[in-house]
T-cell receptor
Framework: SQKIEQNSEALNIQEGKTATLTCNYTNYSPAYLQWYRQDPGRGPVFLLLIRENEKEKRKERLKVTFDTTLKQSLFHITASQPADSATYLC???????????FGRGTSLIVHP | DAEITQSPRHKITETGRQVTLACHQT?????MFWYRQDLGHGLRLIHY???????NKGEVSDGYSVSRSNTEDLPLTLESAASSQTSVYFCASSATSTGAYGYTFGSGTRLTVV
């Protein structure tokens, strides 16, 4: 069966460090992989999208990598700030389906 | 500014009642989606629509229905509310039939069925 796995344990890091979040998947042929940020009591907010034929995408302090051989995406936040504390969700769209399926998210806590 | 709004933000209803959650977007997006979010399950797709008069079932559609009479609105109806439908409901929209530009979400409706 298809699975998207994100670490359920919260990631605690110190301000200024790089946060790295992982999204693993099985039994998908992804066309797109997306990352979202969700704050408590709010809807997810789209951050970045990476296509299956792209290895890396950057946006300001954010970087996403996509390894279709390892079936994994890494999401990096450099120079992290307490304001980056939130839950981060990854979402996959398969070739031909194009309906996003979401992981359960990983909570990031950045300590001042 | 374009936006996607959900109403109400909070709703308490009794078991067996019919409930309708509203979703309105001014992005002029063709594609609209309803998800529910529960602890331990993440976001699960209920129904989606690719345009006016088009509706499709998602992963957890039992007990829910939608209708699309215009581009802006996709109301979600719980035919006979059950306690298992207590959840946070999110509406989303996208410009393309693929997620090539991501999805825009509303702020959610927290529904409690007592």
């Amino acid at each position: 069966s298809q699975k998207i796995e994100q670490n359920s344990e919260a990631l605690n890091i110190q301000e200024g460090k790089t946060a790295t979040l992982t999204c693993n998947y099985t039994n998908y042929s992804p066309a797109y992989l997306q990352w979202y940020r969700q704050d408590p009591g709010r809807g997810p907010v789209f951050l970045l999208l990476i296509r299956e034929n792209e290895k890396e995408k950057r946006k300001e302090r954010l970087k996403v990598t996509f390894d279709t051989t390892l079936k994994q995406s890494l999401f990096h936040i450099t120079a992290s700030q307490p304001a980056d504390s939130a839950t981060y969700l990854c979402a996959l769209e398969s070739e031909g389906s194009y309906i996003p399926t979401f992981g359960r998210g990983t909570s990031l806590i950045v300590h001042p | 500014d374009a936006e996607i709004t959900q109403s109400p933000r909070h709703k308490i209803t009794e078991t067996g009642r019919q409930v309708t959650l509203a979703c309105h977007q001014t992005w002029n997006h063709n594609n609209m989606f309803w998800y529910r979010q529960d602890l331990g399950h993440g976001l699960r797709l209920i129904h989606y629509s690719y345009g006016v008069h088009d509706t499709n079932k998602g992963e957890v559609s039992d007990g829910y229905s939608v209708s699309r009479s215009n581009t802006e609105d996709l109301p979600l109806t719980l035919e006979s509310a059950a306690s298992s439908q207590t959840s946070v409901y999110f509406c989303a929209s996208s410009a393309t039939s693929t997620g090539a530009y991501g999805y825009t979400f509303g702020s959610g409706t927290r529904l409690t069925v007592v």
